[in-house]
């Protein structure tokens, strides 16, 4: 029988620093594990620096390793979702950064728990290398993310994880544009099991994804999986009305009553109207959220375009 081929998916951005040692340690790894057929596609997300440079040359010694190259820099989102396009074709494949905080060493459970019946293998992290106000961030997003959602996604996980070959088909089947990898596994279902490992400090370089990619990532989690902001949109309508409409009789019983004695006040109704003009601003601006994501997945443009690839895919990839 022919031994299974197992696929790393690995988007990379301006990661010139890091990649000697990631495509040694993953050279390590197949060379450790023979019993299973290995490929790497690394597909480089328009980096300026030198990092396709160094995966092409890799490729040319090493035929298990595979450069897509994008026309531009589309997100990390789109390279994954290249990236998995381009190993269609694998029995399994492991997603995973490209800055070595998720170590290759801990592709071999991933592994394991799919060969053990598995679908769907998340790792889950167990402990985490960032501080300060990037590790709080995370800390909060993960606390809160889980119970925004409309139905449980596992908290503490991210990119790194293993589809098999029916859960890999049914993901690259999805059509839609915004994507929140960790959200659409959780979506597609299957038979699922956890790895816990430490993720680990960068080995070089600083972070590519800065705080305003990690924001709108999270905001395309949330609002690709929570319907809870128009809700409570929603409630805080129904809440605010009700509580004009108990003003309203208490103090038209008091005019009645003779009981009304006072000038209307001019800061009382200052605070009310900028209250429930703050309301109505904040609800637009939800609404337009929702509404422009819609207006993206309307306009049916390609979630990325090849430019270049050693596998010999069209130069423009479906959604």
């Not at 951005?13 to 596609?41: D, G, I, K, Q, Y």
């Amino acid at each position: 029988m022919r031994s299974p081929l197992i696929s790393i998916v690995i988007p990379v951005f301006n990661e010139e620093a890091v990649l000697p040692e990631l495509l040694a340690r993953l050279t390590a790894l197949f060379e450790s594990h023979p019993e299973s057929t290995w490929r790497a596609v690394l597909i480089d997300d328009g980096s300026r620096d030198e990092s396709g440079s160094i995966i092409r040359a890799h490729a040319a010694r090493d035929p298990r390793f595979e450069l897509v190259e994008l026309s531009r820099n589309f997100g990390f989102q789109a390279a994954l979702s290249a990236g998995l396009a381009q190993a269609a074709d694998s029995c399994a494949v492991v997603t995973m950064d490209a800055d070595l905080q998720d170590p290759p060493e801990a592709i071999s459970a991933l592994v394991s728990a799919w060969q053990g019946g598995a679908e769907v293998v998340r790792a889950v992290r167990r402990s985490r290398s960032e501080t300060g106000l990037r590790r709080f961030g995370f800390d909060l997003f993960h606390r809160f993310f889980g119970k925004l959602t409309d139905y449980p996604i596992e908290p503490n996980t991210g990119t790194f994880g293993l589809l098999g070959h029916e859960a890999l088909q049914t993901y690259n089947a999805l059509p839609e544009r915004h994507r929140f990898f960790p959200g659409l596994r959780a979506w597609i279902g299957f038979a699922t099991a956890d790895v816990l490992y430490d993720r680990q400090a960068r080995a070089a370089g600083q972070p590519q994804q800065n705080f305003r990619r990690l924001m709108s990532y999270a905001l395309d989690g949330v609002f690709s999986f929570s319907h809870l902001p128009l809700r409570a949109l929603s409630y805080a309508g129904l809440g605010i009305a009700l509580a004009g409409f108990a003003a309203a009789i208490f103090y038209a019983i008091r005019r009645i009553l003779n009981i009304e004695t006072a000038p209307t006040g001019y800061t009382t109704l200052v605070t009310l109207v900028l209250f429930l003009g703050g309301v109505q601003l904040i609800g637009i601006g939800v609404l337009g959220e929702y509404l422009g994501r819609v207006y993206e997945e309307v306009k049916r443009r390609p979630n990325y375009i090849v430019k270049q690839n050693s596998r010999g895919l069209g130069p423009a990839a479906p959604l």
